[in-house]
């Protein structure tokens, strides 16, 4: 590891933490009902959304209507997703004249959108219109964001409530979310990005005469000879079709609200889309920008703000060391390339380490440092392709994913997969404190383990079960295109992906087949929905619950000692869940490309 | 009670324990245990693919299928043998309980007011028949004394020999049914049901037979299955894996069936599974070693969880009675002459402060008893009327009383109440104490000092309870003054004066509306509302009927200090409880280093690197996992009959001490159990 290396890693993480604290306060506010400076002037549009919902913003909900509004909102997305995908040879905005959207896949898109995934099975430029990806897919990156903050908030409300079966009113949470956060911040980070050269366009696609096809001698010079077809005997047409689009306000949206979904194909490794370093490096922070703020917001919630620092700091020093991890990976380079006496070391000249895969102009730290990002928040969105990293650079964001996306998460669902862990660490260790045990003054009863049970279960056993059929079935087999230990490390990666809802993926799977289309579906509607429900119950169950005033006898939860033990309860159950699965993956081929 | 001896010792209690360790193989018993249960269905599974590889060709040979499945039965011998030691000890008190259970003859009474009766057996006493016992019967029923005193041996619940006496009216009413009447006789009202009765009640509990699992014992069961079904997922999935793993590499073979199971009982939680019952059954023993019996598990979990201590003055806080401390004498007497009226005045008077004031006079003074017949005393015994109580001798009329009483006395005679001791008197109350004026006719001879004696060591003890969190409350019948300065002395938390039984009731429901658990003894009928209401209530065995069913535990000694004791047992439980789930989920990170590499070996022999421990051979290392399991269970009995020592310290010390010793040592201890193990199977050639 290069100084350059740490010190932009060290900057990353100095300008994240000076931007979340007061954002995290001002989310606090909005979700209270108090609206800080500009954003008061928002106020008349909130009552005129509620005006034409028929919203009564002062009725509250208990735990089982505030699921079920989540439920009814996602289902009907869901079918506007699907439906529109169907649809869009019909609809206006389609220039390329793209066909209707085949129907696993549709299924696949609609549920990926839905859920906060961003899991794309397809090319976005290729086979979604520009009708599709604005109120299609564009709607979702909002409105699923605002979904898992919503329900975050809701789960605040109730470890902080007491004595009451109220945890806020969904359709206010979900507008506030939007309107006061989501929008405002998009708006700000795009014009930012539009700035630092991120395309932005309504015209979906331009035409231009490109070097590579200025006919000198009529073949192009990219392409390589084919001198038996008589295609390139021809003269080649002299244009291109350059895809551009509303992109900067895209990517705003994906990086904020940890969609992840790209407007390109190649996510953020498009120049397009992410040009510059200075880009990237806006781009990277506005991926854990809102999960580690909203550790902030918890703290002020909670009228405890060392609660929230305790929880961020957990993340943090998960987060930390894995980003070490991975750039130290790439760093130290392919012992495949040294045997042929590549040179891989890092001097003025070169970045050295293994730079397949990765953008020249980001380098192995700022790839590192995104690929850790985006699976540590359940972003999804690349720079980089995670499947040509090395064996353990590669393996390390997989596993970021299968601890659940709980290191920052996704917007709101990292915090509240969170907080269920600090709930198990609170109930395993609450107990050698000679208590029964308590989080923030609520008892944890075997109703809310009940619930953290499922919420752990079910994710990963999406990923085990989901890997398992993979690889027993012909249909899942035969997508896998690399040999080895890899190959079975893609199946992995995408269940996991799914699974988790992050959304990104190790290519060199054929990933848009029935197949796969349905699996990958039903595991991200696990991942996302079989989270939401149990923890909203336990917010229901803990809202009802007195609180009991802590004393020299409660264990404490905003020590050192307590961010250590929750860290290693993250730890030793993503290590016992998946260190089999990772062994047989990642690590064997790790193993056979450096030892041998 | 007492004489009932650890089931540990005795090698009959210990062969009975292994007998039930086979019987608890039913698996209706097992089932109940959703870990073990697993454990249970692992071993029936190994056993038929050993049956099945002596037949056919198997993946692994007979005699290493053999072993996994004798190693996995062990395992739940071994976690049906700790149930049955920790419940061993409970079945001898029941059975020492059960010997007084006899059916009797009981004299039921034909109708109140007379002394017809008819003989019925015991057995069909019902709910408020009147039964008549004499001198050397035994008590047929649980009941309240209607009629008669009597002395009473109760030592069959209590094991103390001394006898009591119960009466009619009052707090010494209730009598047990098994109890032995000495002397005299009763007549008692039937109150329970046979088979319902106090001595059933303590059966039930000590044996375990009605032991439900407690709230929390649930919460932790539900995690410890989900982690189990985590690794149930994890184990199953692992074959496919394997299959796919031979397909890409084109080298060995997919893992075995027996190695899968070795792996899933090594993962999950059988460490805690195994022992988590014998936790909850020990910690009830260790309560009852103490001489206290709950009525419910669920008490003993919430004494741990305790805030607030509510205990009485009387006996706890202070010494049972007053106690003379000081001689304060009037103008122009000397303290001797005051201690000489005192001790004069006192030397019939049989009452506890009456005999510290001659103690204190002889300690200070040197006074000895006056050769009675020489003085010829007529003593004047306290009445309520005169509020005094005294003695005439030598025409000299010595009065001892209340202030105001002496000094209406006085005064009626003439003389005069000095200021001095206006002002003695008025100090001593200030500082808790009871002062006493003492008079010679129609002089004051000065003030006599009676204080609450603060119990050695008890501040000490509120320090500790301090610590841990653990707020302690004062409840006196005393004057807010008084009750003041004794809290002060004592140094609890709080206290509540002049405290009505409505008083009391109130305070407990305003402590619990602010989330916080109170516990508090009590013995008398008028305690029942508020035992009834608080979380953790012992009553005492001396006390009423109506209060020993209020309570939800029952103190054989009648000691109200025991209430700090109940609270440790409290704590302990639930500390071995979450040091041995942490013990035990710390240890799979260890036998997943010693079982992966093995498992593997065939396919991937690079995972080789991950064998940290160096095992000798891969069914070696598999068999040394699931041996290290196995035994780590019966290594762990004596603490989770023990339990795990509380000391006084803040949680956060507690946690750190607990998660570096149960935390950290699960990690260590068996990457070293492991490897020992392996050394032996390889050096003695067992494999």
């Known amino acids: 590891m290069t100084f350059n290396s740490v010190a932009q890693i060290v900057v990353h993480i100095v300008v994240l933490a000076v931007i979340i604290r007061p954002l995290g306060a001002y989310m606090a506010r909005v979700y209270s009902g108090q609206y800080p400076g500009m954003t008061r002037h928002l106020k008349s549009i909130e009552r005129f959304i509620y005006h034409l919902g028929g919203v009564n913003p002062e009725l509250e909900m208990t735990s089982t209507q505030y699921s079920w509004a989540v439920s009814r909102l996602s289902l009907v997305s869901l079918i506007a997703v699907y439906g529109i995908q169907r ?68 789960f605040i409300r109730g470890i902080h409530r007491t004595s009451t079966q109220f945890i806020g009113n969904f359709w206010v949470d979900l507008t506030r979310g939007t309107l006061y956060i989501l929008l405002p911040a998009s708006a700000i980070t795009a014009f930012v990005l539009v700035g630092l050269g991120v395309v932005q366009s309504f015209p979906a696609t331009i035409e231009l005469h490109t070097l590579e096809n200025t006919p000198h001698d009529g073949v192009p010079v990219g392409d390589p000879p084919e001198i038996d077809t008589p295609k390139s005997n021809a003269p080649s047409s002299p244009t291109a079709i350059l895809p551009l689009g509303p992109v900067a306000s895209q990517v705003a949206i994906k990086q904020l609200g940890t969609n992840g979904g790209g407007y390109f194909n190649t996510n953020s490794a498009h120049p397009l889309e992410n040009p510059t370093p200075l880009s990237n490096f806006v781009q990277m922070i506005s991926i854990l920008l809102i999960p580690a703020a909203l550790c902030h917001t918890f ?37 495949a390339l040294s045997r042929l006496s590549v040179d891989q070391r890092a001097s003025d000249s070169q970045s050295g380490g293994n730079m397949e895969g990765k953008e020249t102009r980001f380098g192995i730290t700022n790839s590192a440092l995104w690929a850790v990002s985006t699976t540590a928040a359940s972003n999804g969105s ?82 085990l079960i989901g890997t398992a059929a993979a690889v027993m079935t012909e249909a899942g087999r035969s997508s896998v295109f690399n040999p080895g ?112 | ?60 040979s007979p005699g290493f299928i053999l072993s996994v499945s004798l190693w996995l039965w062990s395992t739940v011998l071994f976690a049906n043998f700790a149930e049955a030691i920790a419940e061993g000890h409970g079945k001898a008190q029941a059975a020492s309980l059960r010997k007084n259970q006899t059916t009797v003859i009981a004299r039921k009474l034909k109708h109140a007011g007379t002394r017809e009766f008819t003989e019925v057996p015991s057995t069909q006493l019902v709910v408020s028949d009147l039964v008549l016992i004499r001198a050397g019967e035994t008590i047929p029923a649980d009941g309240e004394v209607i009629e ?65 699992k407690t709230p929390n014992e649930i919460a932790l069961a539900i995690l410890l299955s989900a982690l189990t079904l985590i690794f149930l997922l994890v184990v199953a999935t692992l074959l496919p894996f394997s299959q796919f793993g031979v397909h890409v590499s084109g080298a060995g073979r997919p893992i075995s069936l027996t190695v899968l199971v070795a792996l899933f009982v090594c993962l999950a939680p059988t460490t805690i599974g195994a022992l988590l019952s014998a936790i909850g059954i020990a910690g009830m023993n260790r309560l009852s070693q103490a001489n206290v019996i709950a009525m419910s598990g669920r008490a003993v979990e919430a004494a741990g969880d305790v805030d607030v201590l509510l205990l009485d003055k009387t006996g706890t806080i202070t010494l049972g009675n007053r106690q003379a401390t000081k001689f304060s004498p009037a103008p122009g007497v000397t303290e001797q002459e005051l201690a000489e009226a005192a001790h004069l005045s006192s030397m019939a008077d049989e009452t506890a402060e009456g ?59 003439g003389g005069s109440y000095p ?35 603060v119990k050695g060591g008890i501040r000490e003890r509120f320090a500790e309870l301090r610590q841990m969190g653990i707020r302690t409350v004062m409840i006196t019948g005393d004057n807010p003054l008084t009750a003041a300065a004794i809290a002060a002395e004592a140094g609890v938390d709080d206290f509540l004066a002049e405290a009505t039984p409505e008083a009391k009731l109130e305070m407990i429901r305003d402590y619990q509306k602010g989330g916080r658990l109170v516990a508090m003894t009590g013995d008398g009928t008028n305690d029942a509302p508020a035992l009834a209401q608080a979380d953790v209530a012992v009553a005492m065995n001396s006390g009423t009927q109506a209060a020993k069913e209020a309570g939800n535990m029952v103190d054989l000694d009648s000691n109200p200090t025991k209430l700090i004791e109940i609270v440790n047992i409290g704590k302990q439980l639930l500390m071995t409880r979450g040091s041995l789930t942490t013990f035990s989920i710390a240890n799979d990170v260890a036998k997943y280093f010693a079982i992966l590499p093995a498992a593997f070996a065939a396919t991937y022999p690079t995972l080789k690197v991950i064998d940290l421990m160096q095992l000798g051979s891969p069914s070696s290392a598999i068999l040394s996992a699931v041996i290290f399991n196995a035994v780590i269970i019966v290594v762990l009995i004596p603490l989770a009959l023990k339990g795990v020592r509380y000391r006084p310290v803040g949680a956060a010390q507690l946690l750190r001490n607990n998660l570096v010793i149960y935390g950290a040592g699960g990690l260590l201890v068996p990457f070293l159990g492991i490897k020992l193990i392996d050394l032996i199977l390889n050096s003695t050639g067992l494999l």
């Not at chain 1, 109703?447 to 079910?458: K, P, S």
Request: a neutral charge.
């Open chain 2, 1 to 60: 009670m007492n004489t009932a001896k650890p089931a540990m010792t005795s090698m009959t209690s210990l062969r009975q324990a292994i007998i039930q360790a086979v019987i608890k193989l039913n698996p209706s018993t097992q089932i109940r245990n959703p870990v073990m249960f697993a454990v249970y269905v692992g071993s029936i599974f190994t056993t038929v693919l050993w049956i099945d590889s002596l037949i056919s060709p198997a993946e692994e």
């Open chain 1, 485 to 596: 230990p890899h190959g079975f490390s893609e199946v992995l990666y995408a269940y996991s992906s799914a699974g988790n809802n992050n959304g990104s993926a190790f290519a060199g799977l054929c990933a848009n087949t029935d197949f796969y289309n349905v699996t990958l579906g039903v595991a991200m509607l696990i991942g996302r929905f079989f989270v939401i429900l149990p923890v909203l119950a336990v917010a229901g169950s803990l809202a009802q619950k007195t609180k009991i005033p802590s004393g020299a006898g409660t264990m404490p939860t905003h020590t050192t000692l307590f961010v250590s033990l929750l860290v290693a309860i993250v730890l030793l159950v993503g290590a016992l869940s998946f260190f089999p699965v990772l062994a047989l993956g990642p690590v064997v081929e790790h193993l056979e490309l450096y030892v041998h």
């Open chain 1, 87 to 154: 649809t869009q040879s019909w609809l206006p905005w389609n220039p390329q004249g793209l066909t209707n959207v085949e129907s696993s896949l549709a299924f696949n898109t609609a549920v990926s959108f839905v859920t906060n995934t961003n899991w794309q099975s397809y090319s976005g430029e290729v086979t979604l219109s520009g009708f599709t990806q604005m109120f299609a897919l564009t709607v979702q990156n909002f409105v699923s964001a605002a979904v898992g903050m919503a329900v975050l908030i809701a």
């Open chain 2, 148 to 212: 008669g005193v009597a002395s009473v041996d109760e030592s069959a619940i209590t094991g103390e020999s001394a006898p009591v006496v119960r009466e009619s009216g009052g707090d010494r009413s209730a009598v047990t049914g098994g109890t032995r009447i000495i002397s005299d006789w009763l007549i008692i009202e039937v109150k329970a049901l046979p088979g319902h009765s106090f001595i059933d009640r303590m059966i039930q509990m000590v044996e375990g037979a009605k032991r439900q």
């Open chain 2, 355 to 413: 005999r510290s004031i001659a103690v204190l006079a002889k300690r200070q003074f040197g006074l000895r008893g006056r050769d009675l017949e020489s003085i010829k005393p007529h003593f004047v015994p306290f009445s309520a009327r005169t509020r005094m109580s005294g003695v005439t001798v030598d025409g000299h009329e010595i009065r001892k009383g209340a202030a105001d009483a002496v000094a209406k006395h006085v005064q009626s005679q």
């Open chain 2, 419 to 453: 200021e001095e001791s206006r002002r003695a008197v008025q100090e001593i109350s200030n500082a808790g104490g009871t002062p006493l004026v003492v008079s010679s006719d129609d002089r004051v001879l000065g003030v006599i000092e009676l204080k609450d004696i």
């Open chain 1, 382 to 463: 690349v720079n980089a392709m995670h499947d040509s990293f090395t064996p353990l650079g590669g393996l390390i964001p997989m596993w970021l994913i299968q601890l659940g996306e709980i290191v920052f998460g996704g917007v709101g669902s990292g915090l509240y997969g969170m907080i269920v862990y600090a709930l198990i660490a609170v109930f395993v260790a609450g107990l050698m404190v000679g208590r029964t045990p308590e989080y923030l003054g609520k008892k944890i009863g075997s109703f809310e383990m009940r619930m953290a049970a499922l919420v752990i279960i079910l994710p990963c056993a999406a990923v």
């Open chain 1, 299 to 335: 703290g002020e919630m909670v009228q405890d703000r060392r609660q929230g620092t305790a929880l961020l700091t957990a993340m943090t020093v998960i987060f930390l060391p894995l980003v070490f991890g991975v750039a130290a990976a790439e760093q130290y380079g392919n012992p």
